[in-house]
Structures are given as C-alpha cells and as structure tokens.
C-alpha cells in the first residue's frame, strides 16, 4: 500500500547544479501533480499532467521541467538550481479533476 | 485573482474542547472545496471534498461545511491526534484551479 512514492527525501545543491525528483504512484490515477511548498505561502503548482502523455505549466513554472515517463511516474527536474528554489516538493496524484489528491511525503530541497 | 482565507493561523485546544476553523475564499467558477490534513515533515491527507453550498460531511470528529463563500471544519471534543495543520483548497474549473491556503495549526493539548 505505497501510494505516492517520492525520492529522494532530502537533498542539497549547489546554485547552478541539476537534479531530477522521483514520484510514482501505485493506484492506477490518471492525473498527476508537483507543489511546492514554502513558508506562509500555500501549496503552489509547478507541473500537473492531467493524463498519460500530457504535461501543462501550473503557477510557477519557471526553472522547472517535468517527464510524465507513464502511467505511474512523473518525475520534476530542475536544469539550474537557484536558492529560490530552495522549498519542500510535493508530488501528488488523483483519479481526476475534483479528485482528492494523495500526496508523496516531500523532497526538501536546499540550495546553497 | 482567487484567493483564500484560513482562520485563526494557530489554535490552542484543551482535549475535549470544540471548535471551529474558517476558511474563506473568493474563487471564480468555484466547484468545490478540499479540506487536508497536514502533519509535521508529511505530506497532506486528504479529508473531504465538497461541492455544494448546504453539503456536509463528516470524519470521526471532524465535520465539514460548505457556504457560497465559506468553509468550516468542526472539531468536536479533540485529542491530542487532532494537532495538525487542516489546509483548504477549494477550486474551479482547471486542474491548475486549485488554491491552496496556508492553513490553521492545531494543537490539541492533553
């Protein structure tokens, strides 16, 4: 019973640095999402992909990439890390849209 | 732009001692709203979707309630497993309409 599995959980760059974020979800859902996450802003959509295959810029898109690689993975790259960057990453999943979301446990990122 | 209101940010319960957490939005061709859970270093558990104004819903001690420009999430005789922050999101047509708000920190003291 994982859920939404993200790796990995903790993770320091230096600014200028790349890295890819993990996330696959075991419960067949269509839709697929990452947030961020940082202090005194609510969650805030990077990338969704409403379906296999399909990918859309959500609110803050910048500096970000996304795979949806198939049904289960949707994976979150970022090409040059800056300290703006620096926040706690949500992958998220759902059957649709209205759906409850189930949320992976988080990557804090730290960019120094 | 849509926004949303969650009030109070922090509140302090004594075990047994109910209450009420608001959140307010203004959100163009709103559709329904989620309320989630959130536990220190987790991710949100989500608890309720609901769609219409007058809906209810209900989770052990937690009831849900929806307005044409509220929501309120009771919390009837807590326990310390209440703390938590409770978040709110309602949303509108889109996938990318969901607004998320910052949330009401909960401590459930014994």
């Known amino acids: 019973n994982a859920g939404v599995t993200q790796t990995p959980k903790f993770q320091v760059l230096k600014t200028g640095q790349s890295m890819t974020l993990q996330c696959a979800q075991d419960m067949n859902h269509n839709s697929m999402y990452w947030y961020r996450q940082d202090p005194g802003m609510g969650l805030r959509l990077i990338y969704y992909?409403?379906?296999?295959?399909?990918?859309d810029k959500g609110e803050v898109p910048n500096g970000y990439n996304v795979s949806r690689l198939n049904k289960r993975e949707f994976s979150l790259r970022l090409e040059s890390a800056a300290p703006s960057q620096t926040s706690v990453y949500f992958c998220?999943?759902?059957f649709g849209q209205g759906d409850g979301y189930t949320f992976g446990s988080g990557t804090r990122l730290t960019v120094v | 732009e849509d926004q949303v209101t969650q009030s109070p940010e922090a509140l302090r319960l004594q075990e047994g001692e109910s209450s009420s957490l608001n959140c307010s939005y203004t959100?163009?061709?709103?559709?329904?709203l989620f309320w989630y859970r959130q536990d220190p270093g987790k991710g949100p558990e989500f608890l309720f979707t609901l769609y219409s104004a007058g809906e209810e819903k209900e989770k052990e001690r937690l009831k849900a309630t929806l307005t044409k420009k509220e929501s309120f999430l009771h919390i009837t005789a807590p326990k310390p497993e209440d703390s938590a922050t409770y978040l709110c999101?309602?949303?509108?047509?889109?996938?990318?309409?969901?607004?998320f708000g910052i949330g009401t920190k909960l401590q459930v003291i014994p």
């Open positions: 992909s409403a379906s296999e295959g399909t990918t």
């Open positions: 959100v163009s061709g709103l559709r329904g």
């Open positions: 999101a309602p949303f509108g047509g889109g996938y990318q309409k969901v607004t």
């Open positions: 998220a999943s759902s």
